[in-house]
């Protein structure tokens, strides 16, 4: 079975086990979610090791099972660093899933469309996640100047590394120097605090 490879690969490493059993059956995700991480592995070259453990890509517009989604994250952080490097690995490929969006034509288009202005990126980003997970949710306060709380619930991706990584990026992407920092309620429940 899938998950036993992707587990013997990546599990001694992180929580995957406990998130595949935690996971809601009816939780999907968009598999453009994975298309960008699974890219990054053909790039360093780790795509073939990548096809041995799961034999075939996401459909980019297809969903896939939440569980899925998350073992095939876990597993390209796994080869992007190394197994014992996979929340760096996850962290890095987040931050680079939101730099390749933007240097996509749908992504130039948007960001010209709403200046580097965080706080438009940042709802937009919302409005994306709406259309790509059908499980959890992200809820934005940007009631203080220059910051943004983003409180996460439900969120079967990590979030100390793959989300943060995430949200990193996107504010390099736009150019803005900010600071990112996460506050863990528990593995599925936390707050990220944007300051720029």
């Not at 360093?44 to 899925?68: K, M």
Request: aromatic share 10%.
């Amino acid at each position: 079975m899938v998950f036993e490879s992707a587990l013997d690969f990546v599990g001694a490493y992180c929580d995957l086990e406990k998130r595949l059993v935690d996971i809601p059956p009816a939780a999907r995700a968009r598999g453009i979610w994975v298309r960008t991480f699974e890219a990054e592995i053909d790039k360093v070259g780790q795509l073939e090791r990548f096809l041995r453990i799961f034999p075939s890509r996401a459909s980019t517009l297809g969903w896939l099972p939440c569980s899925e989604a998350v073992a095939r994250v876990a597993v390209c952080g796994a080869l992007y660093a190394s197994p014992s490097d996979v929340h760096a690995g996850m962290r890095r490929i987040g931050q680079v899933q939101a730099l390749r969006f933007s240097e996509s034509l749908l992504g130039r288009s948007l960001i010209r469309l709403l200046s580097p202005d965080p706080v438009r990126v940042l709802q937009q980003g919302a409005a994306a996640r709406r259309q790509t997970c059908n499980y959890g949710q992200w809820d934005y306060d940007f009631s203080q100047p220059r910051r943004a709380t983003v409180r996460h619930r439900d969120e079967y991706g990590w979030l100390e590394s793959q989300v943060l990584g995430s949200a990193e990026g996107t504010l390099q992407a736009i150019g803005v120097n900010a600071t990112v920092e996460l506050t863990l309620e528990d593995a599925y429940n936390g707050v990220v605090d944007i300051r720029w």
